[in-house]
């Protein structure tokens, strides 16, 4: 079975930076592929960042302002988020599934709340 447990949430000022972490057990880390999720309040959760076959990729929206990165030795993908926005303020979920596939594991979540 797989599990997500994300840390690293918090309140930060507009501008600030935050890094999420996602620890994975329960599949091949090094053969997963990982994702970061966000849902803000009264809106449909949407896609943030993502390593497919050890690439990553972002929503316009966060390019140039967050990373991801994973560290196949402790299992774990990192989310590094500068230059934060109110606009980001969500619940962050941590995804994971087989490489090539669709997420289909996900974490409880992180919330990350920006103030302006």
């Known amino acids: 079975q797989v599990q997500l447990v994300e840390s690293g949430g918090g309140l930060v000022r507009a501008g600030g930076s935050l890094r999420l972490s996602c620890a994975a057990s329960?599949?091949?880390?090094?053969?997963?592929?990982m994702g970061w999720f966000r849902q803000a309040p009264g809106k449909e959760r949407e896609f943030v960042a993502g390593i497919k076959w050890n690439i990553p990729y972002y929503r316009d929206s966060v390019k140039g302002r967050f990373t991801i990165s994973r560290d196949n030795a402790k299992n774990t993908v990192y989310l590094q988020m500068n230059s934060l926005k109110p606009e980001d303020t969500a619940v962050y979920y941590c995804a994971s599934g087989d490489q090539g596939a669709e997420y289909d594991s996900w974490g409880q979540g992180t919330q990350v709340i920006v103030s302006s």
């Open positions: 329960g599949r091949t880390f090094s053969r997963s592929d």
